[in-house]
């Protein structure tokens, strides 16, 4: 890496521990005089930690919900955006403090699907305190929106959009469901391979992943019993954000996008469905230098270099944490071509390890049905 050239951007301000949340309200009340508070399905969490106007956001958020937010936003002149709750809540969040600043329609500024405009104008100041330990959006420039109309997920992204803070507080992610923990964790740790393998990986995304896949390897199955696994998931999560934002993802990331534009499939359980099948997939096309890398995600996570070892690990983490394959959200064979057409022209593909045909990309559908 000797003379290599790279950048490495995120939040403006990270900050962790047990109770750090309760800090949430004070730093908003630096940035600004009224705050747009984004939650979750269950906006009580955020009772006691921010002052402002409430917007929940019931499910993943589509470009007409962001849409809803930037009007309430501006009617009601909130200057600063505090985004609590999981993926969706802060990715509504970072995309409504983004709008609430720049001219037009969202659609003009979505990637794949929209114009892809450059975000012009600095967002208004925004805060993520996340409630789960799997997207690591808290660390990302980008927000990921569903278009119901053109059935795919697509991002609005800009380096503007990193939050001013992220307050991760393992204490905040205590109450989980056993199902969204897994599927969450998976998440993280799919976002901690992917960079990793990347050919855009780099020294610090590097540090990042082993660390991160470290902690996710022994945390993933201990983390609804135990307070110091779960701990280490939150942190496995946050450097998952930040690998990501800066050597970007793969193939899994790749299919998550139409499948969860088509179907009502749990992001996290997605990733966890793919991550084996486009693991031995990409092990079967990549070059050495990739091959290596999966050599040492799997002796990270299993003991042993072997990647044939490393694909059953990951199949049987699936299957441990009681997450369903993809046949269990409506997927079918008559699918398999649109998703993999679709698949094939995400942002996140020209991160994957190995270069994939459209047969390629049908096949690890299958495998994942």
Known sequence: MAGSRFEFATAGQVIFGAGVAAETGEIAR????????????????????????????????????????VETARRERCDVVAAIGGGSAIDAGKAIAAMITNPGPVLDYLEVVGAGKTIQHAPAPFLAVPTTAGTGA???RNAVLSSPAHGVKASLRSPKMLPVAALVDPLLSRDLPASVRASTGMDALTQLIEP?????????TDA????????????LRRAHQDEAAREDM???????GMALANAGLGAVHGFAAPIGGMFQAPH????????APVTEMNLARCGEAARERYGEVARILTGSPDTAGLVAHLRGLQSGLGIGRLGGFGVREEHVPEI????????????????LSLEDLEAILRDAL
């Open 138 to 140: 808290e660390a990302t």
């Open 208 to 219: 990042l992943c082993r660390a991160g896949m470290g902690l996710a390897g022994s945390a």
């Open 30 to 69: 630096r940035l600004g005089l009224r705050c747009l508070i984004v939650t979750g399905r269950t906006p009580e969490r955020a009772q006691g930690l921010v002052e402002g106007v409430l917007f929940p956001v019931a499910g993943e958020p589509t470009i007409e919900v962001v849409e809803r937010g």
């Open 268 to 275: 996290g359980a997605v990733c966890a469905a793919l991550l």
């Open 234 to 240: 939150a942190l496995a999560a946050l450097w998952s």
């Open 340 to 355: 993999a057409r679709r698949a094939g022209v995400a942002s996140s593909m020209r991160g994957n390890a190995a270069e």
């Open 196 to 204: 990793f393998v990347s050919p855009r990986a780099n020294p610090m």
